[in-house]
């Protein structure tokens, strides 16, 4: 029953330093997300993707980089950390088709803080 | 550009009662619209989804309701317990397809009153 995994679940960056995070889902889905909360703001995209091989770009995309090498892995890159993208980091997974079947369903969370 | 919003912000509310959390949109051209719960440092759970073409959903003791043209969704609870104690946030899929962006309310953050 893993679902969606994230790792880490916490990380401590200084600014200018680069980190990946990795998300792995074992439901055979194509549609893999990324997103990080801030207090007040709700989630917000930061980039997806529908397949493997492909990537998009969310509502706030800038500071980061993702790739889809593998179907059930995406990964979020930061080059050089600022701490403005110190945040609560979610990745989601659905399947591509119509109906229920677009549910998201979301990791626990990478919390992130960037001194 | 699509917009959600979750007014109140909070909501304090004694044990039993049936209560109803509300979601707004600025741009009716949906795809789909999901109700999710948070708890404190913990991920997302979805509760309902509702196609643009369906006016509700019911799971248990929630009901979700979707009026396009008005830019509204309800998320109804009744019998309100302790353990609905949560963040509830809506997310819009906007466009037509099931790959387009989806777009999340800022959540309403709910406490039952034993």
């Known amino acids: 029953n893993a679902g969606v995994t994230q790792t880490p679940k916490f990380r401590v960056l200084k600014t200018g330093q680069s980190m990946t995070l990795l998300c792995a889902q074992d439901m055979n889905h194509e549609y893999m997300y990324w997103y990080r909360q801030d207090p007040g703001m709700g989630l917000r995209l930061i980039h997806y993707?529908?397949?493997?091989?492909?990537?998009a770009k969310g509502e706030v995309p800038d500071g980061y980089n993702v790739s889809r090498l593998k179907k059930q892995n995406f990964l979020l890159g930061l080059e050089s950390a600022a701490p403005s993208q110190t945040s609560v980091y979610f990745c989601a997974s659905s399947y591509a088709s119509d109906l229920a079947k677009n549910i998201q369903y979301f990791g626990a969370g990478t919390r992130l803080s960037v001194l | 550009k699509q917009e959600v919003t979750q007014i109140p912000a909070a909501l304090s509310v004694p044990e039993g009662e049936n209560l109803v959390l509300n979601c707004s949109f600025t741009d009716s051209a949906i795809y789909n619209l999901q109700w999710f719960r948070q708890d404190p440092g913990k991920g997302l759970t979805s509760l309902l989804l509702?196609?643009?073409?369906?006016r509700e959903q019911t799971s248990g003791r929630l009901n979700a309701s979707l009026d396009k043209s008005s830019g509204r969704s309800t998320l109804y609870i009744a019998a309100s317990q302790p353990g609905d104690s949560a963040t509830y946030l809506c997310?819009?899929?906007?466009?037509?397809?099931?790959?387009?962006?989806?777009?999340f309310g800022s959540g309403t953050r709910l406490s039952i009153r034993p």
């Open positions: 509702i196609q643009s073409s369906q």
């Open positions: 993707s529908v397949g493997e091989g492909t990537t």
């Open positions: 997310a819009v899929r906007s466009g037509y397809s099931s790959a387009s962006k989806i777009i």
